[in-house]
C-alpha cells in the first residue's frame, strides 16, 4: 500500500512539473522579443519645395517697352573715289524687351529648407534677357533716301530692323531691366513658397 503511494505521489509531481514548464514556456513566448535596433522616419520637404517652384519654368518677371529712332545710311563710293553717294533709312522701332529667371534649371543643392524654423533658402539662377522683338504694327520707316548714283540696298531696312532690336536691347539693360527682374522674381517665388506653409524665405542668387 505504502508504495503504490508513493507510486501516485511521483506521478503527480511528473505531472505537475510538466504543467509547470508548459506554462512558463507559454508565458516566455507570448512576450515580444525585444527589437535588436530603432528606425526613425525622416520627412525631407525639399523636393516638394523645389518640384513647385521649377513648375514657374521660364518665369518672365518683367517687360519692358522701348521706342528707339534708327538711322542708318550706307555710303558708297563711285569713279574710283570721285563720286560719293548714300542709301540711306531712318526707322522708327517700336519694341519690348522680357527679362525673367530660368527656374527650370533649378538644382536639388539650391534648395535648403529648415523645417525647425520652418524657413526655406533659394538659391536663384541669375536673371537673363529673354528675347527683345519688335512690333510690327508699330514698327515703320519714316524715310528712305537713294543718292541719283547710289545703287539701292534691298537689305537695309533688315538690318536697320537687327540693329533696332540690339538697341532695345540695350537700353532696356541700362535702364535696369535685369534689377527689376530680379526684384520681381524674388517677390513671385517668395510668395509661392510662403503659400506652401513655410513663414520665412530667403532668396539668394547665383
Do not use: C
Not at 507510486?7 to 504543467?19: C, E, H, P, R, T
Not at 535588436?36 to 519645395?49: E, L, Q, Y
Not at 522680357?98 to 534649371?105: Q, R, Y
Request: glycine share 6%.
Amino acid at each position: 500500500m505504502a508504495k503504490l503511494l508513493s507510486g501516485a505521489a511521483g506521478a503527480l509531481l511528473i505531472v505537475a512539473a510538466s504543467v509547470a514548464a508548459s506554462v512558463a514556456t507559454t508565458a516566455y513566448t507570448a512576450r515580444p522579443a525585444p527589437s535588436a535596433s530603432t528606425t526613425t522616419t525622416v520627412v525631407r520637404p525639399t523636393p516638394n519645395v523645389l518640384r513647385s517652384v521649377q513648375e514657374l519654368a521660364r518665369l518672365e518677371s518683367v517687360t519692358f517697352h522701348m521706342e528707339r529712332v534708327i538711322d542708318l545710311r550706307e555710303e558708297q563710293e563711285h569713279a574710283f573715289g570721285l563720286v560719293h553717294a548714300e542709301d540711306s533709312i531712318l526707322l522708327v522701332a517700336v519694341g519690348e524687351v522680357i527679362a525673367g529667371v530660368d527656374l527650370a534649371s533649378l538644382r536639388p543643392e539650391d534648395v535648403h529648407v529648415d523645417r525647425a524654423s520652418r524657413q526655406v533658402t533659394l538659391t536663384l539662377p541669375a536673371p537673363q534677357i529673354f528675347h527683345a522683338r519688335l512690333d510690327s504694327e508699330h514698327t515703320h520707316v519714316h524715310s528712305r533716301s537713294t543718292d541719283l548714283l547710289a545703287r539701292r540696298a534691298e537689305g537695309l531696312e533688315t538690318r536697320a530692323r537687327l540693329e533696332a532690336e540690339r538697341s532695345i536691347t540695350r537700353g532696356a539693360l541700362e535702364s535696369g531691366i535685369l534689377d527689376r527682374a530680379k526684384t520681381s522674381a524674388a517677390h513671385t517665388v517668395g510668395s509661392l513658397v510662403r503659400g506652401l506653409g513655410f513663414g520665412s524665405v530667403e532668396i539668394r542668387w547665383r
